[in-house]
Antibody, heavy 120, light 107 residues
Framework: EVQLVESGGGLVQPGRSLRLSCTAS????????LNWFRQAPGKGLEWVGLFRSKTLGGTTQYAASVKGRFTISRDDSKSIAYLQMNSLRTEDTAVYYC???????????WGQGTRVTVSA | DIQLTQSPSFLSASVGDRVTITCRASQGISSYLAWYQQKPGKAPNLLIY???TLQSGVPSRFSGSGSGAEFTLTISSLQPDDFATYYC?????????FGGGTKVEIK
């Protein structure tokens, strides 16, 4: 079964850092790109960033709201992707999801999400 | 950024009803559109991709149509399991963007 599991969320003070993990199973992780999304409480979905597969260059791309503060990396040997979040702001409070970019180019499946709360 | 406008934002319907949700893009996006279903406390689940292709395992009562800047998601006969929030997503241009969502509730 193709599965993604996020972890690492929690309560953090503004200005501090947090690293989320996305652990994959059931497929060859390195063959796929990975997107991170987030959803603030009671709000809609927002794209955070992308790490393309090696086949497509292994490059990253970020939303303007997180560029320069967030960094996506991946360890294909461990089937894990990371979202390093620095200089966190209260507006970064959300459930964070990772999603595989499947062979059709679309995001499926998504992980169950991990909650990040940025508050003093 | 490409803006996606979903309508309606809220919909009250009965089991067995035919339901249609519209998603309009601020510019043409060809067929690079997906539809998701999200239930409370759960991750979004891909229903339709490439505007009209049914994701594997999704019931055939769901269908998508459209291209360019106007798209629709149709549920032919609403079932109890379908009460949820639905989002459209464009994948034509980064940043990826979503519509504001349509919450489908029981009448």
């Amino acid at each position: 079964e193709v599965q993604l599991v996020e972890s690492g969320g929690g309560l953090v003070q503004p200005g501090r850092s947090l690293r989320l993990s996305c652990t994959a199973s059931g497929f060859t992780f390195g063959d796929y790109g990975l997107n991170w999304f987030r959803q603030a409480p009671g709000k809609g979905l927002e794209w955070v960033g992308l790490f393309r597969s090696k086949t497509l260059g292994g490059t990253t791309q970020y939303a303007a709201s997180v560029k320069g503060r967030f960094t996506i990396s991946r360890d294909d040997s461990k089937s894990i992707a990371y979202l390093q979040m620095n200089s966190l702001r209260t507006e970064d409070t959300a459930v964070y999801y990772c999603a595989r970019v499947d062979s059709s180019g679309y995001d499926s499946p998504w992980g169950q999400g991990t909650r990040v709360t940025v508050s003093a | 950024d490409i803006q996606l406008t979903q309508s309606p934002s809220f919909l009250s319907a009965s089991v067995g009803d035919r339901v249609t949700i519209t998603c309009r893009a601020s510019q043409g996006i060809s067929s690079y559109l997906a539809w998701y279903q999200q239930k409370p406390g759960k991750a979004p689940n891909l229903l339709i991709y490439a505007a009209s292709t049914l994701q594997s395992g999704v019931p055939s009562r769901f269908s998508g149509s459209g291209s360019g800047a106007e798209f629709t998601l149709t549920i032919s006969s609403l079932q109890p399991d379908d009460f949820a929030t639905y989002y459209c997503q464009q994948l034509h241009t980064y940043p990826l963007t979503f519509g504001g969502g349509t919450k489908v509730e029981i009448k």
